[in-house]
């Protein structure tokens, strides 16, 4: 729901305006990642709904291989509930449903992927085990793991060092650091302790004060493009896709930066949340302009 103001505790706001779009933090990435030009499969686990049939087609219809997306019986697929304020502000809350039925055992059934992937890309709305079941088989198959550890809670820190790249905002930077980052110059700190821990690239996005990549070796900023904003649902998972297609094209972590920054900023200029992906005619656009 689209409002004025996000309501404070005990306060009913009326006048809102009501959307249903697909969403999903795996599948806005997928999307997203497909339609800045990746070849992409997606590994996930859908519900009986009435939705499913045509939630999996628009998967299909952005060029997605999903011949590993399990329905699965008696349960409904995820859902979340999000309130939008006039500032593109929200307030999300998440009933994971079969997306916790992604189990490692199902990773095995889409092992074939193992054998074609460049990139592995993950978040954190499936379960921890099955997280660490994929970075395992990644490091077996030395391919790289990108995960945005979205959203922020616990997982089992003897793995973050086998990350090879961390996508955080400044909450979930803090969260894996184990300190409190309130600006700029504390998630810096926070990148250089999860570096230090072994983690090849770690990813900071600041929303409007752009994003930074820190390795061993430098430290890569960019400023973020002045839009205006009117939701920013699933700006994140944009840039996360967006991101991953410039890395595994080898553009350099400069050019990989802006482009993801790109696509984020033009999706946070429209509603919703897979909806509001763009292209990537529509990202080259955008740079080419700005």
């Known amino acids: 729901m689209k409002m004025k103001h996000l309501p404070e505790k005990g306060e009913t706001v009326t006048e809102a305006k009501f959307f249903q779009v697909y969403g999903g933090k ?3 990435q997928a999307v997203a990642a497909a339609r800045a030009g990746g070849n992409v499969a997606f590994v996930s686990c859908v ?14 219809n952005d060029g997605i291989d999903t011949r590993f997306v399990f329905t699965e019986k008696n349960v409904a697929s995820g859902h979340a509930l999000i309130m939008i304020g006039g500032a593109g502000q929200n307030y ?5 449903g079969a997306n916790y039925r992604l189990t490692p055992h199902k990773i095995d059934d889409a092992a074939a992927l193992f054998d074609e992937a460049e990139m592995i890309v993950m978040q954190y ?5 099955t997280i660490k079941y994929v970075i395992d088989m990644a490091r077996l198959k030395n391919i790289p793991v990108m995960w ?12 973050i060092p086998k990350i090879n790249i961390l996508v955080l905002n400044e909450v979930e930077a ?7 980052v309130e600006n700029e110059t504390d998630a810096a700190i926070a990148a250089q302790k999860l570096v230090a821990s072994g983690v090849e690239k770690v990813i900071i996005t600041l929303g409007p004060k752009g994003a930074f990549v820190l390795t061993r070796t430098e430290k890569v900023s960019v400023p973020a493009f002045k839009v205006e904003a009117v939701d920013t649902t699933a700006a994140g998972d944009t840039f996360c896709g967006a991101f991953a297609v410039a890395l595994v094209e080898g553009k350099p972590l400069k050019d990989a930066l802006q482009f993801a920054s790109a696509a984020a ?8 949340a897979q909806p509001s992906a763009p292209t990537r005619k529509e990202i080259e656009a955008f740079l080419k302009n700005h």
């Open 92 to 96: 999300i809350s998440v009933a994971p």
């Open 47 to 60: 519900g009986e709904d009435a939705y499913t049939p045509q939630m999996v087609q628009n998967y299909i």
């Open 125 to 129: 709305e499936i379960q921890g085990e």
């Open 148 to 159: 945005n550890c979205a959203p922020a809670r616990a997982f089992d820190v003897s793995y």
């Open 174 to 180: 803090g969260f894996l650091a184990e300190m409190k």
């Open 26 to 28: 795996g599948a806005n």
């Open 265 to 272: 900023s033009i999706s946070v200029t429209r509603m919703g």
